[in-house]
């Protein structure tokens, strides 16, 4: 599955404007609301991570979505790519985190986001803040984990340029 990669052309979209837009296509159903940075924080804690910038972002403007369409589109276009069925609130990337590594998942990634299977879509542990991060796909089935993203910019610009 290839990686997906910020394009010159993407570099000159807002991270705003993309997540806002991510957001307005994909989410479905009642809005949770903005997490917050002590929610945020309390990730960091649990899990011994700092998250990037660009996810930190994200949540406390929009929070947790659901895009179980996003499955479909895949489908109807027969793209070999993964779906994004949940980006989770905190608390449930906590749990969800704990629950895949005792599953299998290296201990050095933490899950954030879901699939339509229950994979997990998340990031590796750092030990200091940056702006962006690669982003890892744990297939629990296969135990496998792999890059699918080179950031989590370029995982949303990937659903929004090819849905």
Request: aromatic fraction near 10%; include cysteine.
């Amino acid at each position: 599955m290839p990686i997906a990669h910020l394009e010159e052309s993407d570099e000159m979209r807002s991270r705003e404007s993309i997540h806002r837009e991510f957001v307005a296509r994909f989410h479905f159903g009642e809005r949770v609301g903005p997490a917050s940075e002590q929610e945020l924080d309390a990730v960091e804690t649990a899990l011994d991570t700092k998250l990037p910038h660009a996810y930190r972002q994200f949540m406390t403007r929009h929070g947790a979505v659901y895009t179980p369409d996003i499955l479909h589109q895949i489908v109807n276009r027969n793209l070999d790519h993964h779906d994004i069925k949940n980006i989770e609130e905190p608390s449930e990337a906590i749990k969800g985190t704990k629950a895949y590594w005792s599953g299998g998942m290296p201990d050095d990634v933490i899950g954030v986001a879901s699939d339509c299977m229950g994979n997990a879509i998340g990031f590796r542990r750092q030990s200091a803040p940056s702006d962006d991060s690669p982003v890892w796909f744990f297939d629990h089935e296969f135990v496998e984990v792999y890059e699918t993203a080179s950031s989590f910019d370029a995982l949303l610009i990937w659903y929004l340029d090819n849905l």
